[in-house]
């Protein structure tokens, strides 16, 4: 019998066998779409292409095989030399793994997350490269968008926190300023006609307290801790009203065009606020406009709105700092000379008025910031069409007058501006000392701060109200933690810090609430 040698035959089977498993691993490779997968030459020369590298990248395999994989990568990477680093580090390490933008056929990038894994053969030759590549264009977006979710709660929750400091520190700051300002003010009327240089530097310290006062109005409009009195404002009236303001604050090297429709309807917001934000977008003008240039306030009507808008033909922002131009506390200008206060307060005000700021500007193109603002419901009222609080009290008989407030600095300096008035004084630290007071002497009038601990002067005046029908009743506020509005109707209201004039109106606005002076 002879022997059968069935050595070749069993290679073969093998050679076969290895066949079929390169060829079924070669269809499944081919048939995955969701990775590209391909095979590079030693010098990065592409020699095999699947469907996902087809879906990713657009090419298709005869149009790409034969080509050199550098063709994926940004033309600043390529001219850097990044592709073959790549190739380098995966040979010299045995892996290469990034993300980083790649480039598609069309032109578009994709963010993409690579692997390089070099192939060699069982004696260390190098005879290529096996690339992955996986489009995570979509995840890094969410990502990102996760990312923003995130600051933007960090960020509110940090303006939040710093609103409510903003809101004490400011009322602390009006209390200071308001017995700064009363006691300038005072000094001011005592000194001899004679005295030209102290009344300079009077005038000076007067006008150094009044821009401490501005700011802390914008801390507080950006805390949205102010009371705003919303009203019916004419944005003509109103504009026309502040002609001297603006032309003094604009300076010689612009000029200043106003351009608002005479029969606008009027506007539902807080006439002062008004005023500061018009300043405050004019000076910001002004400021973008180094060797001048022209700035102009219009106006125009659309549905249910009117919408100011005030532009200049300065610098203009780019996009990065327009995105950021109504952020509280950012500004481009120095140190000192700007606080980043003014657009967010302009914003603040559109939006509690229940309207919008928009801002449009590019660089050199100069920027025009519009402001929309609702329509009243009303008509303003023609003895002050503007809206505006008019600081004009008539002459009132002399009074006694109860000065309430837990601050002994206010306390001092309320008490020798009514004392310049002509009007007595009882002082009180608070308001149970107040209302033991109150019953007990013949007081004509009531001038008491709103946030005061224990009892609040809101609080006060209702118990008067009941003890005291019809006594006139001032509530003086450095913020609106507790709104005086919420009060009595017949109190009137006076904003820390206050001039004479401001305290002369009050007087009057209270006697003539309360019914006169008892």
């Known amino acids: 019998m002879s022997r059968i040698d069935t050595s070749k035959g069993q290679a073969g089977q093998r050679t076969e066998g290895r066949a079929g498993l390169d060829e079924r691993y070669r269809l499944m490779v081919d048939a995955i779409t969701d990775y590209a997968i391909y095979m590079l030459d030693p010098t990065g020369v592409v020699s095999s292409w699947n469907a996902g590298a087809q879906r990713f990248k657009g090419y298709a395999a005869d149009e790409i095989i034969g080509q050199n994989y550098s063709r994926f990568y940004q033309a600043a990477d390529r001219a850097a030399g990044v ?25 578009t990038c994709f963010w993409a997350w690579v692997v390089i894994d070099p192939i060699r053969t069982p004696e260390g030759e190098l005879l290529g490269f096996a690339k992955v590549t996986r489009d995570l264009t979509e995840r890094r977006a969410a990502q990102q968008a996760l990312e923003q979710a995130r600051e933007g709660l960090l960020q509110e929750q940090k303006l939040r926190a710093l609103g409510q400091l903003t809101g004490g520190v400011a009322h602390d700051f009006n209390n200071l300023l308001a017995a700064i300002l009363g006691s300038l003010e005072l000094v001011r009327k005592r000194l001899p006609a004679d005295a030209a240089g102290l009344v300079r530097l009077v005038d000076n310290a007067i006008k150094g307290a009044e821009r401490g006062a501005a700011l802390t109005q914008r801390m507080l409009a950006f805390a949205r801790r102010q009371s705003l009195r919303f009203g019916p404002v004419a944005l003509d009236a109103l504009v026309a009203g502040m002609d001297d303001l603006l032309a003094r604050s604009i300076g010689p090297d612009a000029v200043l065009q106003v351009a608002i429709p005479v029969g606008l309807p009027p506007v539902h917001t807080d006439a002062n606020q008004l005023e500061m934000a018009i300043l405050n977008l004019v000076l910001n003008a002004r400021d973008a406009m180094p060797d001048g240039g022209r700035v102009t306030i219009a106006a125009n009507q659309g549905p249910g709105e009117v919408t ?71 008509a303003p009222s023609p003895s002050d069409p503007a809206g505006r609080i008019v600081a004009e009290g008539t002459d009132l008989p002399s009074l006694r007058v109860l000065v309430v407030d837990d601050d002994p600095l206010v306390r001092v300096q309320a008490a020798a501006m009514l004392e310049d ?98």
């Open 83 to 107: 592709p073959q680093r790549n190739l380098d580090f995966a040979a010299a390490h045995g892996r290469f793994e990034a993300e980083g933008w790649r480039v598609r056929k069309d032109g």
């Open 308 to 378: 100011l808008i005030v532009s200049d033909t300065g610098q203009g922002m780019d996009d990065e700092t327009l995105a950021r131009a109504a952020e509280p506390f950012f500004t481009t200008k120095g140190v000192g000379q700007g606080t980043g206060l003014g657009l967010s307060m302009v914003h603040g005000l559109a939006q509690q008025s229940g309207g919008r700021l928009d801002i449009r500007s590019q660089p050199g193109q100069g920027t025009e910031v519009r402001v929309a603002l609702p329509i009243a419901r009303e």
């Open 421 to 518: 008035l002509g009007h007595a004084v009882l002082l009180a630290d608070g308001a149970e000392e107040a209302l033991n007071l109150a019953q007990g002497n013949t007081v004509d009038l009531v001038l008491s701060d709103v946030a005061m601990p224990r009892l609040t002067g809101v609080q006060m005046a209702q118990v008067l109200r009941v003890l005291r029908p019809g006594l006139p009743i001032v509530l003086m506020t450095g913020y609106a933690e507790v709104d005086p509005a919420d009060g009595p109707r017949s109190t009137a209201r006076l904003a820390k810090p206050f001039t004479l004039a401001e305290l002369k109106a009050a007087l009057a606005a209270g006697v003539a609430a309360g019914g006169g002076a008892t």
